[in-house]
């Protein structure tokens, strides 16, 4: 079983920045994809971002290429997101997950082992 934990979240005025951890426990053997997803209200959850362990591959959703950054500790146990020049659409909570296994990125969230419980980003204009 694998457990994640979110932080980082919080408020901020657009252009802002806010970095995302999502910390890492339990039995990560054979996790080879991690990712960021959110879900605003009255919306369907989308994907953020993604990263492939196995060679460090990344993957953006276009509406925050440029601005947003994934990355990784190499001990495998944090998982952070980078999020500069925010704007007011990307007010969400924000889920950190986690995937045995896989063999591509980007994450879908159909394929999501395990899911963290979510920190709030409200972006103000």
């Known amino acids: 079983q694998v457990q994640l934990v979110e932080s980082g979240g919080g408020s901020v005025q657009a252009g802002g920045t806010l970095r995302l951890s999502c910390a890492v426990s339990?039995?990560?053997?054979?996790?080879?994809?991690m990712g960021w997803f959110r879900q605003a209200p009255g919306k369907e959850r989308e994907g953020v971002a993604s990263i492939f362990y196995l060679d460090d591959r990344t993957t953006y959703a276009n509406s925050v290429k440029g601005r947003f950054t994934i990355s990784r500790a190499s001990s495998k146990t944090t998982l952070y997101l980078q999020m500069n020049s925010l704007k007011p659409e990307d007010t969400a909570m924000y889920y950190c997950a986690a995937v045995r296994r896989c063999q591509s990125i980007p994450l879908l969230a159909a394929d999501v082992n395990y899911w963290g419980q979510g920190t709030q980003v409200t972006v103000s204009s």
């Open positions: 339990g039995y990560n053997y054979g996790v080879y994809c």
